[in-house]
C-alpha cells in the first residue's frame, strides 16, 4: 500500500504546532507562577497544556512508528521518545496535582516554577534534536529498514488526537482514549511492516536476447 505524502505532512504539521503550543504554554505558566497567579495558571495547564501535550507526544510516536525512523534505530528519537514520555508522566503526576493545590490555597511553590521550566527546556532540547538529528543509530538498530506505514495510518493520526481534544473539552479533563488505541493497532502494524521488510527478495534472472526463440 502506497503512502499519500500529503498526509504525513499534515501530520508533521500537527506535531510542530502542538510541539510549539505545548512548550510556550510551559513558559506562560512560568511567567502567572512567578507573577502569583496559581488560578489562571492551573486552567491553562487543564484546558490547553494538557492536550496539547498529548498531541505532540501522540503525534511523535505515530510519526517514529509509521517511518523508517523507529523507536529506536537512532539515538536522537530515543533520547526524545525517554523525555517524552518523563514529561508526560512528570505533568501528569506531578505537575498538575500540585498546580491544582495552588490554585486551592492560592499559594506557589518554587518547585512547580522550576518543573515547568524544566519542561519548557526540555522541549527547547527536543526540537533542536529534531533539526541537527545528531549521533549515530543505536546498537539495536535492525538491519532491515521498515517502509511507511500506509495512509489510513496518518488519516488516523489526525483524526484521533482531533477527535481527543474534542471530547476531553466536553468532559473537562483530557481523555487521549483513541489516540492509545491508535497507537497500539500502530504497533501491530509496524510488526507487519517489520517482518515483511526482513523477507528475502526473489530476483528472476532476465533471459538473455533471443533466449526464448527456438534453435534453428
Do not use: C
Amino acid at each position: 500500500m502506497k503512502t499519500s505524502p500529503r498526509w504525513r505532512q499534515a501530520v508533521v504539521w500537527l506535531h510542530v504546532v502542538s510541539s510549539v503550543a505545548w512548550m510556550s504554554q510551559a513558559l506562560a505558566l512560568v511567567v502567572l507562577m512567578s507573577s502569583g497567579a496559581p488560578v489562571p495558571a492551573d486552567r491553562l495547564d487543564s484546558v490547553l497544556l494538557a492536550p496539547m501535550a498529548n498531541v505532540s507526544a501522540f503525534t511523535g510516536l505515530l510519526l517514529a512508528g509509521a517511518t523508517a525512523w523507529g523507536y529506536f534505530r537512532h539515538w536522537w528519537v530515543l533520547v526524545k521518545f525517554a523525555l517524552t514520555l518523563i514529561q508526560l508522566y512528570a505533568g501528569i503526576f506531578l505537575l498538575s496535582p500540585a498546580l491544582r493545590e495552588s490554585a486551592d490555597t492560592g499559594e506557589v511553590a518554587w518547585a512547580q516554577i522550576a518543573g515547568a521550566s524544566l519542561m519548557a527546556s526540555a522541549l527547547a532540547f527536543q526540537a533542536w534534536l529534531s533539526v541537527a538529528k545528531p549521533g549515530r543509530k543505536t546498537p539495536w538498530s535492525p538491519a532491515a529498514k521498515p517502509p511507511t506505514a500506509p495512509t489510513w495510518v496518518f488519516v488516523a493520526g489526525l483524526i484521533a488526537p482531533a477527535s481527543d481534544v474534542t471530547a476531553g473539552l466536553l468532559l473537562g479533563y483530557p481523555l487521549p482514549a483513541l489516540s492509545l488505541v491508535t497507537l497500539i493497532v500502530l504497533g501491530f502494524e509496524r510488526r507487519r511492516r517489520r517482518r515483511r521488510a526482513q523477507r528475502p527478495t526473489v530476483r528472476i534472472p532476465r533471459s538473455a536476447p533471443g533466449s526464448l526463440n527456438p534453435a534453428p
